[in-house]
């Protein structure tokens, strides 16, 4: 017009102003004005489906049934808005999930990519505010699927009972339509949390407590509710969301609790276990040990269980003291067996083993606490004739035990032998003696297989008698393993025994493989003692025989960090001991970030801790890897009296004690050519008759070492032909038996005596042999060490002036 003109566009959402406020009073007032103003009102709703799919088909050209997918998987997204209809074809471009194929030369997408994107938050603003428009019957379905967050078929057949929703399945349906639920399979889901918490929302605060409890009476009404671990957990995740005040319904529900709880322990899911015990408790009557007391009792217990599982050890120790006040000496012998576990753990193994010892003197079996090694090893052998024709035949033939004295004092026995391993007690011998007599005797039960194991054990370590040395009880042992129900639960509890066999009769290499199998059945069985005792038992058997330090490491620090979790204190003190040498070995001082609150020790610390402790097994793994790290470094004198101070403190013999020979043996002879003192030649002469008759046991693992004691022993006699050819027999050996660090040894050493004996080329070439392998092994800090020595080596070979 010749006047000109203003061109005033604006745009609301007409469900978020009201009909008489600002914005619609303003629009009414231009549309009354006379002449002066044109007022249109353009509409824009929602897109539906098949106007998507036009567009796409354009957009893609290609035809609409090719199309019609994609276009509802779009409209579901985004319910047809425009703007959200753009934005999602934008993401799912850049993401590459709607592309172009140049081999099918047209545009491609994975529908089920695509039906994974989440919703925007914009589409879920939209569904919300859709919620209240949405029929009375699909908003009450919603509320019922709000109290579970997603909803199977199987549920809701259950819930299907008129008083909650007239049709509960076919509301549930609609709210598929309306974009709210999302049905997969037998599930109904939300679409979005948010749309969830809105739905629950909806319910009135005093109408929630009423609907939880509706809900959890109606699941078990399903007479298998105890066993169905899904559907028992369902209901009593409602009823714990409200408060039950019949006793019926307290009673009914705790009793749920418990169940729910074993269902989650069977799928390790621990945490979740401990908060249904807890539950559980918390529904009991106010006087529970008169009114209810064997419910009491198992809550109580299952609640120490997975508490101490999850390294919960407080609150474990509170509720055993609760038990323990309560209940009586039979019915509390499982929490005596925790309270001594859960003692162990924190390292007051003494206080451990006085508890046990209490429990099986009440059942008439006593044993003495400082045994001399001379009169174990009496016992043991005055025992052989009964246990020189056991065979698997033997244990299989016989009766079963049946005198419940018995069988609980052949548990206590059993745990009391696992104790005994961390003091300087000679006492599990004579334990493992009285299991297999009991067994022979009284007949076969669920322990008799760990007491061959640990007859095993006290024979390799009291006997003579090679042939039984040789593994037979430890064999046995295994083969009944095999097909018993109970055997991820034996072979976690048996793993330390099992590998010490392998460490003589068998390759030490496949000990890891063993300890790795051994913590997969602890985890299974929900043991979580032997599951972070196997892992100990890997680091040792992997550290001493698989070439592989830095890949060690790495595991080791995920190691330290499960113990810590579990309040494992013992393991996760004496698996620090191994960190601290593997970490020596290849320069990470720093510890590679381990977090502060781990509390890591050095050596010297962890010695005290042994000391301080009375933990004799803590002071053997701290000796033998300090003993370890000074004699690959040379430190001689250091690795001499360790061993001095160590036989001071302990004459217990250890599985382990072949490496404590060893390394005493390299350390004394060298010690014995430096200063010419022959103390230090008779101890060397003592490791070399130690380690030959080792040889007895296993070719594999003893031969290497005792040619390489052989060598430094001719060599220290002055027999230079003779030790030339034993360093070169044990590199041969070494290598043969895939014991890389030993070789790398055995190579150095062989370097130092060709260049202390004028052969300088020589050593040089064998030295760099010595640093390649100990690279390979992982050792770096180790293979700079030789490469120093080379150096100095050949500065100090220069003429002079030069």
Known sequence: SPKGGLLLLGSFRDNEVEEDGFVMNQIKKLERSRGNSNVSRLFVGELPEHEINTMLSAKLCLPMRYTRMLAQLVHQKTRGNPLYCVEF??????ENVLSWSVKSRQFTWDDTCI??????EGVVGLLTRKLRQLPHDVIESLKIASCFGQISLSTIELLDLGWFVPNLLEALKSAVQEGILEKAGPLFAFSHDMLQESTYQLIPKDEKDELHKNIGKSLVQDPGVTDNAELCALAVDQTNMCKLTEPVDRALFARLNLAAGKHCIAASSYEQARGYFEAGISLLHAKPWSKQYSLCLELYEMSVIVSYMDGKVEAASKRLDVILA????????????????????????????????????????????????????????????????VTKETIIGLKPMTDKTKLNAMKFMDLLITLSFNCDSNIFPLVACRMMKLSIEEGYCDDTIPGIAHMSHALLLYSEDVELLSGHYGRLGGNL???????HSLRARLIQLHCTIKYYVEPLQAASDMAQNAYNSARTAGDVDNAMLSLVVYCMSHLFSIPDL????KKMISFLYQMAKHKQIGVLIGTMAYFNTVTALIGNADSCGIDPSIGMKTHNEIYQIAEYTQNSLLLHHVTINQMYVDCYFRDYLSVAMLAEKYRMKTQKKRVMDFYFVFYQGIAAMCLARDTKQNKWR????????????LLNYSTWNFENMLILLQAELNYLN?????????????????????????????????GIFLVENKKVAQGLQQLEKARDKY??????????????????VKKTMQPCGL
């Open 550 to 553: 830095v890949g060690l490491h």
């Open 775 to 792: 690279k390979l092994w992982g050792a770096t800090k180790k293979a700079d060490a030789v490469l120093e020595f080379i150096n100095l």
């Open 115 to 120: 039906d994974m994107q989440t919703m925007s």
């Open 682 to 693: 008779k101890i060397g002469e003592k490791c070399v008759k130690t380690m030959n008759q």
């Open 481 to 487: 393993l095999i097909g018993n129900p109970q055997e």
């Open 326 to 389: 309560n209940s009586s000496f039979e019915d509390a012998l499982n929490s005596r067996a925790l309270r001594a576990k859960l003692l162990a753990s924190q390292q007051q193994y003494v206080e451990a083993i006085n508890e046990v010892l209490a429990v099986l003197s009440c059942f008439g079996e006593e044993f003495p606490r400082d045994a001399s090694f001379a009169y174990v090893s009496s016992e043991i052998n005055a025992a052989l004739p009964m246990l020189r024709n």
């Open 718 to 750: 002055g027999r230079i032909a003779i030790a030339e050819h034993s360093y070169l027999a044990a590199i041969v050996s070494a290598h043969e038996h895939k014991f890389d660090h030993e070789e790398a040894l055995s190579f150095e050493l062989y």
């Open 89 to 94: 074809l934008k993401a799912i471009i850049k």
